[in-house]
């Protein structure tokens, strides 16, 4: 995939500001083609993790649907559509383009239904994502440890629907790195800081997407 210049520079000021994250640019970069494929094809992003992933999960959500560091002017036919519709005129004026992205584990019915009714453990990510998943679409699974079973749980499941599982953990990789279809491995002798490595990742890797589709800033 050949990147932009703006997405060349994204690149050049992660490895500028944490030089110790050059190795993890490649498998980022091959991530990033992968999403671009994924919503080319009007695909979804999924992403799951547990504690600090957990809320690193949501907020890689919240940067992708809606703007981040840049513009995201609404389609001009999806503008003209909602003229005449109720409050039409604000929602054109004021809504931005998203990105398709689900984090998974945040609806508490659907979640505690699940721990109350089926008896494997930890499997709620993996049924959310059975209900929703299609082919083409992308699941990113957090994890220090590479060792979460719910998040291999809802790996499997997004292979066997031919959607990819993309793993973002620390340098062991573990059981997830291992069945993992893209691996970034982050560097770190503790949890902390392999997430704040992770940070720095998933952050560029929102910038990335985002410059793709939207190169222009605020």
């Given at each position: 995939m050949i990147l932009s210049d703006i997405e060349q520079e994204l690149v050049r000021d992660l490895e500028a500001r944490r030089p110790d994250l050059a190795d993890c640019v490649?498998?980022?970069?091959?991530?990033?083609?992968?999403?671009?494929?994924?919503?080319?094809?009007?695909?979804t992003l999924y992403t799951c993790g547990n504690g600090g992933?957990?809320?690193?999960?949501?907020?890689?959500?919240?940067?992708?649907?809606?703007?981040?560091?840049?513009?995201?002017?609404?389609p001009a036919e999806f503008q003209e559509r909602l003229a005449g519709l109720p409050y039409g005129e604000e929602l054109a004026a004021h809504l931005e383009a998203g990105l398709r992205?689900?984090?998974?584990?945040?609806?508490?019915?659907?979640?505690?239904a699940v721990e109350?009714?089926?008896?494997?453990?930890?499997?709620?990510?993996?049924?959310?994502l059975n209900a929703l998943v299609r082919p083409g679409d992308v699941l990113l699974a957090l994890s220090t440890s590479g060792n979460a079973a719910n998040c291999l749980m809802a790996m499997s499941v997004a292979q066997a629907h031919g959607a990819t599982a993309a793993v973002l953990t620390g340098p062991r990789g573990g059981k997830m790195a291992e069945h993992g279809d893209l691996v970034l491995r982050a560097p770190g002798a503790t949890t902390r800081i392999i997430q704040?490595?992770?940070?720095?990742?998933?952050?560029?890797?929102?910038?990335?997407?985002?410059?793709?589709?939207?190169?222009?800033?605020?």
């Open positions: 490649p498998d980022l970069l091959r991530l990033h083609a992968r999403l671009v494929d994924c919503y080319d094809n009007e695909g992933s957990n809320a690193d999960a949501l907020h890689i959500v919240g940067e992708l649907n809606k703007s981040f560091e840049r513009k995201r002017t609404l992205s689900h984090a998974l584990g945040f609806n508490g019915a659907l979640k505690t109350n009714d089926i008896p494997v453990p930890g499997i709620a990510f993996a049924q959310e704040e490595a992770h940070i720095a990742l998933w952050h560029t890797l929102c910038c990335l997407i985002e410059a793709h589709y939207f190169p222009e800033m605020r």
